[in-house]
């Protein structure tokens, strides 16, 4: 065939709330990963492999993700689809049915990961196998805090999904690594309203011998569900540019750095400011904020506006302003205007 029609949703609805309260200033995937939104990056790859138009669904602070991107991403047309309650994984494809569907492959992609995608790997082994879905694994094995992974068989076809009964042997168990190809036929069985896409989609295809194949990936790949796999994330992307022709190293070009000032493997988005003195180690510092001299950063995170004053010494902590619509948790210090979120 010629080159596929491709069309994908951005799963971008969700509340961030493990990453709370930094998510209380923006939905997750605006936040920054040097320079750019988080769910830019994913949305750059698909423009370049021809996506002709990318949804988003939005719901928590919907209006933020349309003002920041507008409708076209580096070529790309975007279109949001707002719910006025969570649709979750399957029911997020329903409202846009019927554009996705005149596409030849659908891209089901989470807004909340960071990836150098296989994108023509995924595609080439999709068509070649003419697959009814095809999911993106990673090579290495299931963690506890990202799920209990697919059961793959030795042909690489999906076998078992979480706890249902193997179809067949299990030669290897992956972690899901964020994207979906689906054969538009597939969003026929789509129903209105919210829905999981495994336990009301996928289990019941598989019982019905529809082909479900993993494309197994050794890239790296970041879920940004919690504050220290955010930083992480930010601190990999410094240390190993994934794109090659980019030319930022983590420092923003609005940044304020005084004489006197040390950064070690940090980044540092929009207008924040670091004083004379300060040492900022292993960190990511957040539009607006301001570090006071003489202070010690280090692996932490210190949130959008947050001004620290004089000789200040964080470790391995998230730093936000407070806001009424946080109540903190057992673990976390509200200290003045600003709560500390221990990082793991």
């Known amino acids: 065939m010629n080159r596929p029609r491709i069309r994908a949703l951005v799963l971008s609805a969700g509340f961030g709330t493990r990453l709370r309260p930094l998510t209380h200033f923006s939905p997750k995937p605006l936040l920054p990963v040097v320079g750019e939104p988080l769910v830019g990056h994913?949305?750059?790859?698909?423009?370049?492999?021809?996506?002709?138009?990318?949804?988003?669904?939005?719901?928590?602070?919907?209006?933020?993700?349309?003002?920041?991107?507008?409708?076209?991403?580096?070529?790309?047309?975007?279109?949001?689809?707002?719910?006025?309650?969570?649709?979750?994984?399957?029911?997020?494809?329903?409202?846009?049915?019927?554009?996705?569907?005149?596409?030849?492959?659908?891209?089901?992609?989470?807004?909340?990961?960071?990836?150098?995608?296989?994108?023509?790997?995924?595609?080439?082994?999709?068509?070649?196998?003419?697959?009814?879905?095809?999911?993106?694994?990673?090579?290495?094995?299931p963690e506890a805090n990202l799920g209990g992974g697919i059961g793959l068989d030795a042909s690489g076809a999906v076998v078992q999904l979480r706890d249902m009964e193997p179809l067949a042997e299990v030669a290897s168990r992956h972690i899901f690594a964020g994207v979906h190809l689906l054969s538009p036929q597939i969003l026929k069985r789509v129903p209105d309203g919210p829905g999981d896409i495994i336990a009301d989609l996928y289990m019941p295809l598989l019982a019905e011998g529809k082909k479900l194949i993993g494309c197994i990936t050794g890239r790296r790949w970041h879920d940004l569900g919690t504050p220290d796999r955010y930083l992480e994330a930010c601190l990999e992307q410094v240390r190993h540019p994934w794109w090659k022709r980019r030319k930022e190293r983590g420092l923003s070009p609005m940044a304020s750095v005084a004489p006197g000032a040390t950064l070690e493997g940090s980044v540092l988005e929009g207008d924040c400011r670091v004083d004379s003195g300060a040492r900022v180690i292993r960190s990511l510092l957040l539009e607006g904020c301001r570090i006071g001299e003489n202070s010690w950063i280090q692996d932490s995170i210190i949130g959008p506006g947050v001004q620290l004053p004089a000789s200040t010494r964080v470790e391995k902590r998230m730093i936000n302003r407070s806001t009424l619509a946080h109540q903190p948790a057992e673990n976390e210090t509200v200290m003045g205007d600003l709560i500390y979120t221990p990082l793991t």
Do not use: F
């Not at 949001?80 to 409202?95: F, K, N, R, V, W």
């Not at 019927?98 to 990836?115: P, R, W």
């Open 42 to 141: 994913t949305l750059r790859q698909l423009a370049k492999i021809g996506c002709e138009t990318a949804v988003l669904n939005v719901h928590h602070l919907a209006d933020a993700i349309p003002e920041a991107l507008g409708r076209i991403y580096q070529g790309m047309p975007l279109q949001y689809s707002e719910e006025t309650e969570i649709l979750g994984t399957l029911g997020a494809l329903g409202p846009p049915r019927a554009l996705l569907a005149e596409a030849d492959i659908v891209v089901l992609v989470n807004g909340d990961s960071l990836c150098d995608w296989p994108w023509k790997r995924l595609l080439r082994q999709h068509l070649k196998r003419r697959a009814d879905i095809t999911l993106l694994v990673h090579r290495r094995s």
